[in-house]
């Protein structure tokens, strides 16, 4: 029976910090280009601009995201904001994703030691219920 690859991928809308349980090098964050800066300058010029570029910077950071989960059996998205629930729906309409389990909890802003036993503790529990 070949390992389980789980990830866990604390979330908002600026940053996600990827915990590997498989490899401890290989905790990393991805951060979205899309920072408060730009969201002035393009909400200065209008609102509607800012939206665009909003999504379009959006869909990148979701893709980059994507692209590390294709390598995964089991991923938990949590975090404070609604960006889990977009990552998750963004996944849903990629048949890719289909055959790699996802779950999504909200949590509370914590330390990357916080975040990274609250992935352990996710996984261990649906292991002991398996």
Do not use: C
Request: net charge negative; proline share 1%.
């Amino acid at each position: 029976m070949k390992t389980q690859k789980n990830l866990g991928i604390w979330m908002d809308h600026s940053i996600a910090n990827l915990f590997d349980l498989n490899n401890d090098k290989n905790s990393r964050s991805i951060s979205s280009e899309f920072t408060f800066s730009m969201k002035e300058e393009a909400l200065n010029r209008s609102k509607s601009i800012m939206h665009n570029k909003e999504h379009q910077m959006n869909q990148a950071f979701y893709e980059e995201i994507a692209e590390v989960i294709l390598h995964y059996d089991h991923v938990l998205l949590f975090g404070p904001t609604d960006a889990k629930l977009e990552m998750h729906n963004y996944l849903k309409k990629d048949s890719h994703f289909r055959n790699i389990k996802i779950d999504i909890e909200s949590a509370d802003k914590m330390t990357n030691n916080k975040k990274d036993a609250f992935v352990i503790k996710h996984f261990e529990l649906l292991q002991n219920h398996s």
